[in-house]
């Protein structure tokens, strides 16, 4: 049963769009997200996270959106660079158990 | 180096064969984890590290499969009688503590190719 679901496999967005990724948990005892970035052949990078006590955080053209009722979050890219062409991993944990656990990641493709 | 290490990055071995790979956390992180990506798929918690806390195991696929962490620092991940279904990228992350708010930082993978 996966806890974390990205149920889009793929994105194109055109270049200076918005890219809007998506994310579902089932866990309610999840109380912290975060984003990361993989590009192909190398690890994956931390790009923004998120507490449960916000709803909103921002940090330059990445927004990451939590809606705990509706047990969703979303990352809003804006204006979306080609060097953003990459997949994108949603992940939560539970703070008091520090485990972190991925969705299945979001293949973002930036048209020219 | 200043982040996390993982070796070999590259290992082809055959089928029913042990392999070992190898990770160097960052200095100072107190939390380990290993992850694996199947071709296609998504990031597969494997086995969690935090302190000298007993490990979660509880994403280990088989009992082929086993971690070690010695000194709190260095880890070996160690896969028995391989199959061909374990190839995969494994990467290992660490954190530094739940202060910083579990944020994770990932090696560079070690690509497993059973043959």
């Known amino acids: 049963d996966q806890q974390v679901k990205q149920n889009s496999p793929s994105l194109s967005v055109q270049e200076g769009r918005i890219s809007i990724l998506n994310c579902d948990y089932t866990?309610?005892?999840?109380?912290?997200f975060l984003w990361y970035k993989k590009y192909p052949a190398e690890g994956p990078t931390f790009l923004i996270s998120i507490s449960s006590i916000k709803d909103k955080n921002e940090d330059g053209r990445f927004t990451v959106f939590l809606n705990k009722s509706a047990k969703h979050l979303s990352l809003h890219i804006v204006p979306s660079q080609p060097g953003d062409s990459a997949v994108y991993f949603c992940a939560a944990s539970v703070h008091s158990d520090d485990k972190i656990i991925f969705g299945k990641g979001t293949r973002l493709h930036i048209l020219p | 180096g200043a982040g996390v290490s993982q070796s070999p990055s590259n290992k082809v071995t055959e089928k029913g064969k042990d392999v070992e790979l190898r990770c160097d956390p960052i200095?100072?992180?107190?939390?380990l984890y290993w992850y694996r990506q199947s071709l296609g798929q998504g990031l597969e918690f494997l086995i969690y590290f935090q302190g000298n806390s007993a490990p979660d195991k509880s994403g280990l696929p088989s009992d082929r499969f086993s971690a070690e962490r010695t000194g709190g620092s260095v880890s070996t991940l160690t896969i028995q009688r391989t199959q061909q279904e374990d190839s995969a990228v494994y990467l290992c992350a660490s954190s530094l503590n739940r202060a910083s708010g579990n944020t994770i930082y990932f090696g560079e993978g070690s690509w497993l190719t059973v043959v």
């Open positions: 200095s100072g992180h107190t939390a």
């Open positions: 866990n309610s005892m999840f109380d912290y």
